[in-house]
């Protein structure tokens, strides 16, 4: 009995919700919900400005879901499509709307998550797009075009550019990271007659635009984030980097003006730091007074504007799987996996019976140690375990009891 890994799955290359015979071994999913969410976004289903629709981009593939409950419940694409890797996703002002990158390609909906589609006329793309007012749709590909789109993906207008990353201003001014010869970035507006230099040069990689005022930005780098309030005409203010960023990292920002950048916010444009109970990423629903991030289960809400947060992972089965062990005997397995340790101790005889092994999960052999990395068991001894969890290495000789 040979064993492979992937996203949730045993055996070869996952999708997030399949069963599949391939060459003669069961490709199947394992239903573990959770996932390391690239990104959640807020968008409404049916009328404009309600934010009952959830978007979440799992970095697995087939990892897109959608909830109209608040997160309480998340839901898969119906139908078999196989859009790769999911690496980032934005909603439309359209209800109903929005768009994801899948490995290379970019898609859309018009059902809230129901269907999608690829939009052939752009391809290649990078990890970087953006969506504004009235339809308005910007992608980067790798080839140093950037496509631009103001009726929700159905025509493109293409320009020649080599960006690193785009942003839209509240006043749906389409801003750009141009890569320059030297290796440094030039921000840039852009129009579909082409894109136009401000003059404001720096290491940069990533930008950000303050939801209602147009003209504040916020750029990040590896080693250094600034900011304007003066929109193209700059300048450009340096903030003090907050502790434990070493790498380049997109801020968010609110309206009151409140910075996210990583783990930490500021309040006074980069003087002074806090800590905030977040990682990676932080979504606002000030409609209905939610607060998204990412969490180790996948997704986290919070109720009370960021003081707490609960996992909320129900149907997001887009767990990745690292590693993987088994006894002699093949009853028992581990998984090494996004979220914990799993553990089954009727595999082989379950299999034989064409039925499904049970699973246990999430397995934490400490609070801290949320993802497995590596996993090994005594074949003849399946009660002792090795897991390697956070950059720590665990001993179990009770079959992970303790």
Do not use: C
């Not at 002002?93 to 898609?107: E, H, L, R």
């Amino acid at each position: 009995m040979v064993f492979g890994l992937g996203a949730g799955t045993v055996q070869a290359t996952s999708v997030a919700a399949t069963e599949q015979i391939q060459e003669n071994a069961l490709r199947q999913n394992l239903d573990f919900e959770g996932g390391y969410p690239e990104n959640l976004v807020i968008g409404s289903s049916s009328t404009a400005d309600t934010n009952d629709m959830l978007y979440a981009a799992v970095n697995a593939p087939n990892g897109i879901f959608w909830s109209n409950d608040f997160a309480e419940t998340w839901h898969a694409p119906t139908g078999n499509a196989d859009f790769g890797t999911i690496s980032d996703v934005q909603t439309s002002d359209t209800p109903g709307t929005a768009f994801m990158i899948g490995g290379i390609n970019i898609y859309r909906t018009e059902n809230n998550g129901e269907t999608w589609e690829e939009l052939p006329a752009v391809q290649n793309v990078t990890q970087s797009f953006a969506t504004g007012m009235d339809g308005l749709l910007v992608v980067a590909t790798r080839n140093g075009e950037v496509n631009i789109s103001t009726d929700d993906g159905d025509n493109f207008t293409t320009i020649t550019s080599a960006v690193t990353d785009v942003a839209i201003a509240a006043n749906n001014t389409i801003l750009a990271l141009v890569t320059e010869a030297d290796d440094t970035t030039t921000l840039n507006t852009v129009t579909s007659a082409g894109a136009i230099a401000t003059g404001l040069n720096g290491a940069w990689s990533n930008i950000a635009t303050h939801p209602e005022d147009p003209n504040f930005w916020v750029v990040s780098g590896s080693t250094n984030v600034s900011y304007t309030a003066n929109g193209a005409t700059g300048p450009l203010t340096a903030m003090t980097n907050p502790a434990g960023i070493e790498h380049a990292q997109k801020a968010v920002i609110r309206p009151s003006g409140r910075i996210y950048l990583g783990n930490d916010y500021t309040d006074d444009n980069g003087a002074t730091w806090v800590n905030a109970a977040i990682s990676n990423w932080i979504s606002f629903d000030d409609v209905n007074g939610y607060v998204y991030t990412q969490t180790n289960r996948g997704v986290g809400r919070s109720d009370d504007d960021g003081v707490s947060y609960t996992d909320k992972v129900s149907g997001m089965t887009g767990v990745t799987v690292n590693d993987l062990a088994q006894d002699s005997s093949k009853e028992v397995v581990w998984l090494a996996a996004q979220g914990g340790f799993a553990k089954s101790e009727n595999f082989a005889s379950s299999l034989a019976a064409g039925t499904e092994p049970t699973w246990e999960f999430p397995i934490l052999p400490s609070e801290s140690s949320s993802t497995g990395s590596a996993v090994w068991v005594d074949p003849d001894q399946a009660d002792v375990v090795m897991a390697a969890a956070s950059d720590t290495l665990f001993r179990s000789d009770d079959g992970g009891v303790t």
